[in-house]
């Protein structure tokens, strides 16, 4: 619960981001916006971690987010007129995408390994102008912990 809550934080500072509670293709997943989580200039990057059951955010309720509840928030995401591209993570995938992310900000980066509570996550790329209204739209939705706006 504190890994996952440290982790978004850790990420939103390393950024310079904003975190707030209430998403690399899995290889599989095609979609017209699922992609390769760059970001083009004038745009950031929202970070929607999805529940687990550590997550310390009361709508969860301990557990882990459903895969009807995965594919609702991914359809909602890929239709939002606000949204140039959505990248689901799987928890592994996530990780790496935080070390790397860690390492590039020269942050000191966590053990190898796999921590516990680690979540899946989607990251969304969008018009700086647009993320506070593409987090807003993630807070309370069924299966999301906290949304990270990375880069502000």
Known sequence: MLLTAAVAASAAIVAGGAVAGG????????????GSLTVPAGDVQVEVNLCTRTSSNASCNGNEVTGAQRAALKTLLEKNRRVREV?????????????ARMEKAGAQ??????????????????????????????LGYPGVDTVVVLGR
Do not use: N
């Open 87 to 99: 990248a689901y993570l799987t928890k592994q995938q996530h990780y790496q995408w935080f070390k």
């Open 109 to 138: 980066t966590p053990p190898s390994g796999l921590p516990k509570g680690i979540p899946e996550a989607f990251v969304v790329t969008v018009p700086r102008a647009d993320a506070k209204g593409v987090m807003q739209a993630c």
């Open 23 to 34: 998403a690399l293709s899995s290889g599989h997943e095609t979609g017209r916006k699922t």
